[in-house]
């Protein structure tokens, strides 16, 4: 199963084909979010020693993890974590397991996790890690005993007060349960909120699964406020019914929203009076994909991406948007439930056109908003009903989108840079405020 960022998994199964690679600006995430911070930072004015503490992250461990693989043999396998800043309190951030990761993505990946952790107001840092594998040609054993060992081997590292994981690509809620076991056996108690992303009998909280997919839509919702747009007269677009994807399309479609696009890895689909979302839900969890549902038009993706609506949801993976078909999107706001759907080159393209982005670090930043949720749930040993989860995340995105909005007012700058802006400032004040200690 693929999992994403701070995320819990989707409920509906992946797929098989795959549509002919778009063409990306395949830009480096490290850079791509550099670039992002420099034009804050400079906005800012944030003096260079500042500027040198928060581009700069504050751990980066590589470990290597052996494991008796099924056969007898044993294999090494490379495993990160990267610590960007844990200023604002503990950092926060997931796990992923993939053959591909890098270190450079990692500093990247954890860097959003600091600033989407200052943008939505809760105490964390941000942090990123994982394990340079491929799980499906692993055997569930085996990919048990990499994540114990795993985990073992950052055990000064991880810690309820320290270092907090959760469920990325390709890991969920059982990685998570093993990391929070092995963690207690080591400290001999039990510690659960040393990961979030766990299943509820093990501390979980009641609505995470949702939580990102909800945030997006509160989001949207405000946003098309801004816009003088009657949601329930609004059409929208979502790429990607995955986690993200599916819960947002829900949800949007549950508040008076027109969904006129749908796509997943296989195919785009478009239906001009809009879809039935409990249908196509249904459909997608019983076939596995969306494609070959019925009452729609099949499209491409990049057809997809230009039809004409008010908001755009990319929520499938990132440089989905770039400089190659920014100017061709015909959408009036644009909410990045994926992480990095846009490319830092888009950016001016979409500004030129009028279009509104609620950037990822504030737009997808419920699920994280959540996982802090769970934590104190777990610390305090009390949790609470689903009601009281989803109206503390109301708040709590609403607050976020609002002062992105002012922040971003007040400098005349789109959303993307306001968000950077405000998430710096925080960071940057707290560190002033504790010093630097030598
Ligand atoms: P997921 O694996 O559940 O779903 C991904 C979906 O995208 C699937 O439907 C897949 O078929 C589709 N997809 C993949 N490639 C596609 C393509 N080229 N065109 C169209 N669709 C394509 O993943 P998810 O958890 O929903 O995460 C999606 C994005 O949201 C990722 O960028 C992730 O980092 C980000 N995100 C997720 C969470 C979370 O809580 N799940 C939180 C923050 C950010």
Redesign the pocket.
Known sequence: M?????????I?P??LYK?PAPILDKENPFESMMERFDLAANILGLEKGIYNYLKNPVKQIITSIPIIMDHGDIEVFEGYRVIHNDILGPSKGGIRYAPDITLDEMKALAAWMTWKCAIVSIPFGGAKGGIKCDPSKMSIGEVERMTRRFTSNMLDVFGPDKDIPAPDMNTNEQTMAWIMDTYSMHTKKTQTAVVTGKPSILGGSLGRRE??GRGVMIVSVSALNKLHINPKNATAVI???????SVSANLLYEQGVKIIGL????G?LYNKKGFNLPDVLEFAIKNGSILNYPKSEKIS?EELLQLECDLLVP????D?INSHNADKLKCKIIAE???G?TSANADSILQNNGILVIP?ILA?AG?VTVSYFEWVQDRMGYFWPLSLVNERLERMMDEAFLNVYKSAEKYNVPLRIGAYILAIDKVAKTLKIRGIYA
């Open positions: 693929t999992n994403s960022s701070d995320s819990h998994g989707s509906i992946t797929n549509e939580a990102t790429q990607g019914f995955g986690n993200v994807g796509s997943d890895i296989n785009a993706n929520a499938a993976k990132e989905q439930g994926a992480n759907p990822d997808n699920g």
